[in-house]
């Protein structure tokens, strides 16, 4: 069975069609002034298009990933304050006319999804995955259930709180994971000296001891905001993805160090540390194995 996923980004649609085995069929991109105004949603419907051409025949089954809180039955994005106009409230199986159900993720939890299917961690069934880019994006799986919660909220694990008395973030968490290693804010936390994570890690790289004091702080963060998650949830496995995981062994080998320090080890079991391994595609992925179901 041929399944397609379309991963709807700020900047990019990426559109893939998937065997049974998660290999890629085929793949659409589209970017730019498609995504201007309302526009974007035809490049969607066009991408699907392109994907059923390339294939040679219509695909029944597809998945959508999208930033924001998917609504309770899965069909829609029912919150996503600021950004893509006409995304909120649009229910996908229509818009598309698919007869079977297009399911909506949240693009955090698709990129999970991918992951599982045949990423990093691959038939994993308690899985955490944080996205270290701009924010930090996460979700969780137990049990092969992805967390969604209540409201939709499950996974949003860049807005734990690592400090009471911090500054609040964008959704008002006090101190969050966030705010400590987003590459957003990293003039705040380097005095106004970097404006990008990149440029931190290469004064870094040159022996500057006050960046390094910076990019240690923020790995520390880091290292305290997983063994809170794992606390919580025990996964098995925990995958690590975005932009960050650039900085390569400046990220993982004090990170590692400081969770041989402070990570609840119970018969000296630790938590499994993985890079994501799809890279730019997981979304569309893991969105294609929503689809599957």
């Given amino acids: 069975m041929i399944c397609a996923g379309i991963d709807i980004g700020g900047t990019q649609i990426k559109a893939a069609a998937f065997d049974d085995e998660g290999r890629v069929v085929a793949q659409v991109l589209a970017s730019g002034e498609a995504l201007c105004g309302n526009g974007w949603r035809e490049s969607v419907r066009a991408a699907l298009s392109d994907l059923e051409k390339e294939c040679g025949r219509p695909l029944e089954r597809a998945g959508i990933a999208a930033p924001g809180l998917p609504s309770r039955d899965g069909r829609s994005i029912r919150d996503m304050p600021g950004r893509l106009a ?33 990423g990093a961690a691959k038939g994993a069934q308690d899985c955490v ?29 860049g807005h734990i709180s690592l400090d009471p008395e911090g500054r609040p973030d964008i959704v008002h968490t006090p101190g969050s994971l966030e705010d400590a290693i987003g590459n957003h804010n990293i003039g705040a936390r380097s005095g106004g000296r970097f404006t990008m994570t990149r440029d931190l890690l290469a004064a870094v790289a040159a022996g500057d001891a006050e960046a390094a004091g910076v990019w240690l702080r923020s790995v520390r963060a880091l290292a305290a905001g997983i063994v809170g ?44 540390l993985v890079a994501a391994a799809l890279g730019e595609m997981a979304g569309a992925c893991g969105a294609a194995a929503a689809a599957r179901g």
């Fill in 86 to 118: 006409g995304l909120v409230g649009l229910n996908w199986t229509e818009f598309l006319s698919r007869r079977i159900p297009v399911p909506v993720l949240n693009d955090a939890q698709a990129a999970l999804l991918g992951e599982v299917w045949c």
């Fill in 129 to 157: 995955m944080l996205t270290l880019g701009t924010g930090v994006g996460g979700a969780a799986m137990s049990g092969g259930r992805l967390l969604t919660g209540h409201l939709g909220r499950a996974g949003h694990l």
């Fill in 229 to 272: 998650l794992v606390n919580v949830l025990d996964p098995e496995v925990v995958i690590l993805g975005g932009g960050i995981m650039a900085a390569g062994d400046a990220l993982t080998v004090p990170l590692l160090a400081r969770m041989e320090e402070i990570e609840w080890r119970p018969d000296g079991v630790a938590v499994r």
